[in-house]
């Protein structure tokens, strides 16, 4: 059975408004993070995904992905940051989705590298967005 983040972890719109317009940007090849720290003991997180992607079926399947590949790297980062993930590329899987982010953490420096095997994630079933 697998563990969703609870809800206290996730960016309520005023804080992801003012992470996207106060936060740190990092654009990689099919998504952007924009981080700032926080006073709180925990990391919250946020996703979007804009019209463009694609129909609602499709932004809400990138969705999703996003929210798994959070689940895998979630416990890894570090501590007191605001952290909001938008995806721009259509051709999105799980894997490639969770191995860019514990990339563009590890760049930013808000992951915690103890654990290296389990920053790994290969399925072989998922399948890019269409």
């Not at 059975?1 to 940007?25: A, D, I, S």
């Not at 993070?33 to 979007?48: H, K, M, P, T």
């Amino acid at each position: 059975m697998k563990k969703n983040l609870t809800k206290r972890v996730r960016l309520n719109k005023q804080t992801f408004k003012l992470t996207l317009q106060q936060g740190k940007r990092l654009r990689y090849a099919q998504m952007t993070i924009f981080y700032r720290e926080n006073q709180l003991s925990i990391a919250r997180y946020g996703v979007g995904v804009g019209r463009k992607y694609g129909n609602a079926v499709q932004r809400n399947r990138a969705k999703r992905l996003l929210r798994e590949a959070l689940n895998k790297v979630y416990l890894h980062i570090l501590s007191s940051y605001d952290i909001v993930v938008l995806v721009y590329d259509k051709e999105l899987s799980l894997s490639s989705c969770a191995n860019q982010l514990s990339h563009m953490f590890e760049r930013l420096g808000i992951i915690n590298r103890d654990h290296d095997e389990a920053l790994t994630y290969n399925t072989d079933y998922s399948s890019p967005v269409e």
